[in-house]
C-alpha cells in the first residue's frame, strides 16, 4: 500500500543550475572594443570602401570640426593675445572661446538628435583641460589630458601585444563573431601584433614631439603639433588598419 506523498512532494523541482560559463575578460574586452569600433564606422564585415571608413571614423565634417577647432581657436588667440613682457597670453579668453566652441557643437547635437558621445566626451576634455590650466594659470597644462590619453591607450596597445592579446585582435575577433579563435592562427596573430604596436607607436611619437614643447612652454609650438599629430596621422594608420584586417578576412585569405 502506497502512503501518502510527503508534504511538499508536490511542488516543481528546482530548476537545474546553468551550466553557462560566464564571458572571460577578454570576451568582455573585445566586446567593448568591438562596439565602440562599429559605432566608429569600422566594422571589417562591412563592404565598405576605405576612403568611406576612414571618413566614417574621423566623423564626417562635423568630426572633424568638433576634433580641430577648440584647439585651433586656443592657440590662434593665445598666440595673438601673447605678452612677451608676461610671457603669456590671455588664458581666459582662449580658453573660453575654446569651451565655448565645444558646448555650441554639443548644443547642435543634441538640437538635430544626432549621437551627442562625441561631442560630450569633447567638450568634457575640453573643460576639464581649460580648468586645470586656469587653476595653474599656464596656458601649456590646456594640453595634460591629451597627454595622459596618449600614455594610457599607447601602453595599453603595447602591453597587449606584448603578452599576445593585442587589443585590435579582440575589437576584431568580436566583430567578426570568431571570439579569441585568431589567436590560434599565427598570421592574424602576427598581422594583429604589429597593428597594435603601430597605435602604440602613435601615441608614443606624439609623447616624445610634444612632451619637450610642454616643459619648455611654448604653447603656440605644441598646439599647433598637437593639431598636425592628430587627425592627419590618425587617418592613414586606420586605413592601414582597415585595408590588413580586411585582407586577413577576405575570402582568399580563408
Same mark, same amino acid.
Do not use: C
Given at each position: 500500500?502506497t502512503?501518502?506523498?510527503?508534504?511538499?512532494?508536490?511542488?516543481?523541482?528546482?530548476?537545474?543550475?546553468?551550466?553557462?560559463?560566464?564571458?572571460s575578460?577578454?570576451?568582455?574586452?573585445?566586446?567593448?572594443?568591438?562596439?565602440?569600433?562599429?559605432?566608429?564606422?569600422l566594422?571589417?564585415?562591412?563592404?565598405?570602401p576605405?576612403?568611406?571608413?576612414?571618413?566614417?571614423?574621423?566623423?564626417?565634417?562635423?568630426?572633424?570640426?568638433?576634433?580641430?577647432?577648440?584647439?585651433?581657436?586656443?592657440?590662434?588667440?593665445?598666440?595673438?593675445?601673447?605678452?612677451?613682457?608676461?610671457?603669456?597670453?590671455?588664458?581666459?579668453?582662449?580658453?573660453?572661446?575654446?569651451?565655448?566652441?565645444?558646448?555650441?557643437?554639443?548644443?547642435?547635437?543634441? =538640437? $538635430?538628435?544626432?549621437?551627442?558621445?562625441?561631442? +560630450?566626451? &569633447? %567638450?568634457?576634455?575640453? !573643460?576639464?583641460?581649460? @580648468?586645470?590650466?586656469?587653476?595653474?594659470?599656464?596656458?601649456?597644462?590646456?594640453?595634460?589630458?591629451?597627454?595622459?590619453?596618449?600614455?594610457?591607450?599607447?601602453?595599453?596597445?603595447?602591453?597587449?601585444?606584448?603578452?599576445?592579446?593585442?587589443?585590435?585582435?579582440?575589437?576584431?575577433?568580436?566583430?567578426?563573431?570568431?571570439?579569441?579563435?585568431?589567436?590560434?592562427?599565427?598570421?592574424?596573430?602576427?598581422?594583429?601584433?604589429?597593428?597594435?604596436?603601430?597605435?602604440?607607436?602613435?601615441?608614443?611619437?606624439?609623447?616624445?614631439?610634444?612632451?619637450?614643447?610642454?616643459?619648455?612652454?611654448? =604653447? $603656440?609650438?605644441?598646439?599647433?603639433?598637437?593639431? +598636425?599629430? &592628430? %587627425?592627419?596621422?590618425? !587617418?592613414?594608420?586606420? @586605413?592601414?588598419?582597415?585595408?590588413?584586417?580586411?585582407a586577413?578576412?577576405?575570402?582568399?585569405?580563408?
Open positions: 500500500m502512503g501518502a506523498p510527503p508534504a511538499g512532494s508536490d511542488r516543481e523541482p528546482d530548476p537545474a543550475p546553468s551550466l553557462t560559463p560566464p564571458p575578460a577578454s570576451a568582455l574586452v573585445g566586446a567593448a572594443l568591438g562596439e565602440a569600433a562599429k559605432r566608429a564606422g566594422d571589417p564585415a562591412e563592404d565598405a576605405t576612403g568611406h571608413v576612414v571618413w566614417r571614423a574621423m566623423g564626417g565634417w562635423r568630426g572633424i570640426l568638433e576634433s580641430v577647432l577648440p584647439s585651433l581657436v586656443f592657440v590662434v588667440v593665445f598666440t595673438v593675445t601673447y605678452d612677451r613682457t608676461t610671457q603669456t597670453g590671455n588664458l581666459w579668453l582662449s580658453l573660453g572661446l575654446s569651451v565655448g566652441l565645444a558646448a555650441v557643437f554639443t548644443i547642435i547635437r543634441l =538640437v $538635430t538628435k544626432s549621437p551627442p558621445a562625441a561631442a +560630450i566626451g &569633447g %567638450l568634457v576634455a575640453t !573643460a576639464g583641460a581649460a @580648468a586645470l590650466a586656469l587653476f595653474t594659470g599656464r596656458g601649456q597644462d590646456n594640453f595634460v589630458f591629451g597627454f595622459v590619453t596618449n600614455a594610457v591607450y599607447g601602453t595599453a596597445l603595447l602591453v597587449s601585444a606584448l603578452i599576445g592579446w593585442s587589443l585590435i585582435g579582440l575589437a576584431v575577433g568580436f566583430l567578426m563573431s570568431e571570439g579569441t579563435r585568431w589567436r590560434a592562427d599565427k598570421r592574424k596573430r602576427r598581422v594583429f601584433f604589429w597593428l597594435a604596436i603601430s597605435w602604440a607607436g602613435l601615441f608614443a611619437f606624439r609623447l616624445a614631439v610634444q612632451l619637450p614643447l610642454y616643459f619648455s612652454g611654448d =604653447v $603656440t609650438a605644441l598646439g599647433t603639433l598637437k593639431l +598636425i599629430m &592628430g %587627425l592627419p596621422l590618425f !587617418a592613414p594608420l586606420v @586605413a592601414v588598419t582597415w585595408l590588413a584586417v580586411r586577413l578576412y577576405s575570402p582568399s585569405a580563408r
